[in-house]
Nanobody
Framework: QVQLVESGGGLVQAGGSLRLSCTTS????????MGWFRQAPGKEREFVAA????????EYADSVKGRFTISRDNAKNTVYLQMNSLKPEDTAVYYC?????????????????WGQGTQVTVSS
């Protein structure tokens, strides 16, 4: 069974930065595509960013392009989400997810494993 644990969330002022980490264990997680999603109160979970198993392909939601960067270190079984120029509307619980295929996907139902989430709060 693959387990995912997110860390790095917290409270930051608008314009600030945070780096989220997602460490995986179990299974062949180094070969999985990985994604980040977020869910704000009263809203549906939405796609943020995804990366292929090799790191050679990435996708971003339009709302975070140019501000967020997804990356991975397969030797450490860890995926990162560097978030810069944060806005109050980025406030949400951020979830890491693993997709057993090699392909980058933007929809949550394509992902097989999920972490518990980490809270990101951006104050104005």
């Amino acid at each position: 069974q693959v387990q995912l644990v997110e860390s790095g969330g917290g409270l930051v002022q608008a314009g600030g930065s945070l780096r989220l980490s997602c460490t995986t264990s179990g299974g062949a997680s180094w070969s999985y595509a990985m994604g980040w999603f977020r869910q704000a109160p009263g809203k549906e979970r939405e796609f943020v960013a995804a990366i292929s198993w090799s790191g050679g392909s990435t996708e971003y939601a339009d709302s975070v392009k140019g501000r967020f960067t997804i990356s991975r270190d397969n030797a450490k079984n860890t995926v990162y989400l560097q978030m810069n120029s944060l806005k109050p509307e980025d406030t949400a619980v951020y979830y890491c997810a693993a997709d057993r295929t090699y392909t980058v996907h933007k929809t949550s139902y394509d992902y097989d494993y999920w972490g518990q989430g980490t809270q990101v709060t951006v104050s104005s």
